[in-house]
Structures are given as structure tokens and as C-alpha cells.
């Protein structure tokens, strides 16, 4: 079953994860909106979608409240991926995190709730449990944060619950682990680590792992988050809204590991890659050592199913990466 002929606001849609989703639910014959001010996200992210008569792209700022009021109007459902992403960026510069990421956040919120949006699906962050030690990660249980940057994601949380008890608006929280896939930016100071490290090998340069490599993530392909947000808002199950879910595949993967899979994948395209060195640097501030997902809430009450592993994942994006980082 899927989500079809409906008007779909998506923030952030020039982004990696959100132009997954224009694409995708564009596919599917709804109308998409894309709401992006470009300060992460890029215009040949959605350049395909220019000529689509279901597409409409507000270039704006959510940190605007009437710049939100109007990207919902008439629209039925909201998925909120616009952010500023990066746990050293937001130590670097805590206050413009903030600001986006909570006062953008509320702002959305407002416009969604006043325009009476049926159901508000946003973009959560595994940042928010913190320090943490328990494995797997259950919903239920978070530590302190570690970052500005987990704090407003957890923040966010709070207020989404807020706004379904004090104004019955529908929120689904997604706390997204690692994602990875099509579209990722491999370039700037913030660059997420997998299309990092793969256009490093294929400048044959030598990749830098923070620490000794043992850290583990549960690394999560886009096809499976775009799957966890179509569940979001298919789902007619009242104890599956207003509440929280880990995105994941529900698996851990070490650095090194991770950095031997890259490694194997892309000499099927340069054998002379197999060559190329890792090194190793120091352990990053605000980092958390372990990270992976218990999946049992979202499989239970969203009938969430991801179909990629790391591995299979890898396969699929590394010929995407190969094809679209080597130009």
C-alpha cells in the first residue's frame, strides 16, 4: 500500500534525505512541495523535478513564520527534515543551530497545527540518547545529550508532544541512525562519513577514522528511511501517533568494518584502490561510542520492514557514488 494523491510539504527537500523523499512520493502521483533555503541542501538534488507539474519548490527559511504558513497551505501531511545537521557544527556554533533547528522547528509546528495539516512526520535524531550505554537503543530510554545539536533534536521531541496534547496535532517522531545513500554530499567540513570516505578512495586518498575504528553505528540505508516514512503516514493505528521510533535497520557495524566494506565494493571499479592506506586520528568531542537500534516498536506498529542491510545498501549507492563523485 502506498501513499498516493496527496499534497505533501516536505522542509528540507533539496537535501540528501528530503529530495529521497520528493522523489519518491512524487513517483507514487502526489503533489509534492519542496521548502529549502540551500544552506545544506543543493539545487541538483531536485533539478529532475523542476519540470514536474506535482512539484512546487518555496525557496525559504523555516526560521520565517510566514515563509511556514505559506508552504502549508491546503497541504495534507508535513515531513520536517529541515536542519542543521552535524554534531561539530553545532559545537562550533551552538546559537544558529538552535535557531533552526528549535525555532524553525516551532515555527513549523505553528503554521502545521493553525493550517490543521493532518499528520506532522518529522525528522528525529539517535543524538538523543546521549551518553547513554545501553544496547540496543529502546525508545524509552535516553541518557544526557552530548551535543547542542541533540539537544534540540530532543527538544523537538518535547515539543511535538506538546503540540498533539494541547492542540491535537498529529506528530510522528523518527530518530534517523546513520543514514546513507543517493544524493549525500561528500564535500565541507561536516560531510556525513560513508561518501567521505568512498570519494576518498576514489581520489585515492587516504581516509582518517576517528579513534581506533571499534566505534559502531547502525548505519541505515535511504530506501529503508523513505519506507519508515511512508509507514508514519499510512498508519491508522492510534497508539502508533504521537510517539517516537528508531529509524534503523536494526544492526551495528564497526568503523573498521564499515571502511573494509567501502574498501571491497569500489575495487570491483579500481582494483588499485585496494592499495590505499587508512589512517587513524583522534577520537571526535560529543562522538558516542556505540550506537544501534532495537526496531521491535517500529516493526509492531508501523509493520516496518527495512529491506537493506549495510552490505546491501552499500552495493546500491556505491554504484551511485562511483558514477556521481568521480566527475
Known amino acids: ?16 534525505i528530503g529530495s529521497n523523499l520528493c522523489e519518491y512520493f512524487l513517483s507514487h502521483e502526489n503533489k509534492v512541495i519542496c521548502l529549502d533555503n540551500f544552506a545544506t541542501g543543493h539545487h541538483h538534488n531536485i533539478k529532475p523535478f523542476l519540470t514536474n507539474p506535482n512539484f512546487k519548490l518555496i525557496e525559504g527559511d523555516i526560521r520565517n513564520l510566514e515563509t511556514c504558513r505559506n508552504a502549508v497551505e491546503g497541504v495534507d501531511f508535513v515531513l520536517h527534515q529541515a536542519a542543521l545537521g552535524s554534531v561539530p557544527r553545532s559545537l562550533i556554533d551552538p546559537l544558529t543551530t538552535n ?8 515555527n513549523m509546528l505553528i503554521a502545521s497545527s493553525d ?5 506532522f512526520i518529522y525528522a528525529a535524531s539517535s543524538s538523543t540518547y546521549g551518553d547513554s550505554v545501553e544496547l540496543p537503543k529502546v525508545e524509552d530510554f535516553i541518557g544526557k545529550p552530548l551535543s547542542p545539536y541533540a539537544i534540540t533534536k530532543y527538544v523537538n521531541e518535547l515539543y511535538a508532544s506538546i503540540f498533539n496534547s494541547a492542540y491535537g496535532l498529529e506528530t510522528i517522531g523518527l530518530r534517523y541512525f546513520n543514514v546513507f545513500g543517493k544524493n549525500q554530499d561528500p564535500n565541507g567540513a561536516y560531510a556525513a562519513v ?15 577514522i576517528n579513534g581506533d575504528g571499534m566505534f559502531s553505528r547502525d548505519f541505515t540505508y535511504i530506501n529503508n528511511v523513505v519506507q519508515m516514512n511512508e509507514k508514519a503516514l ?5 497508539e502508533a501517533i504521537n510517539t517516537i521510533y528508531n529509524t534503523a535497520f536494526g ?19 579500481d582494483p588499485a584502490i585496494a592499495n590505499v592506506e587508512v589512517l587513524h586520528g583522534p577520537n571526535r568531542a560529543g562522538d558516542i561510542s556505540h550506537s544501534w ?9 508501523l509493520e516496518y520492514n527495512p529491506k537493506y542491510s549495510l552490505q546491501e545498501g552499500l552495493s546500491e549507492a556505491i554504484s551511485w557514488y562511483w558514477e556521481n563523485l568521480k566527475k
Open 1 to 16: 500500500m502506498n501513499i498516493t494523491h496527496k499534497k505533501i510539504l516536505i522542509t528540507g527537500g533539496a537535501g540528501f
Open 293 to 301: 537500534a532495537s526496531i521491535d516498536k517500529a516493526k509492531k506498529l
Open 251 to 269: 544492526d551495528r557495524t564497526t568503523l573498521l568494518d564499515l571502511i573494509n566494506y567501502i574498501k571491497e565494493f569500489l575495487t570491483k571499479f
Open 234 to 238: 499510512l498508519t491508522t493505528n492510534p
Open 115 to 119: 493550517a490543521q495539516v493532518k499528520r
Open 99 to 106: 535557531e533552526v533547528n528549535v525555532s524553525g522547528f516551532l
Open 194 to 208: 560513508i561518501p567521505k570516505f568512498v570519494m576518498q578512495f576514489i581520489n585515492h586518498e587516504s581516509p582518517v
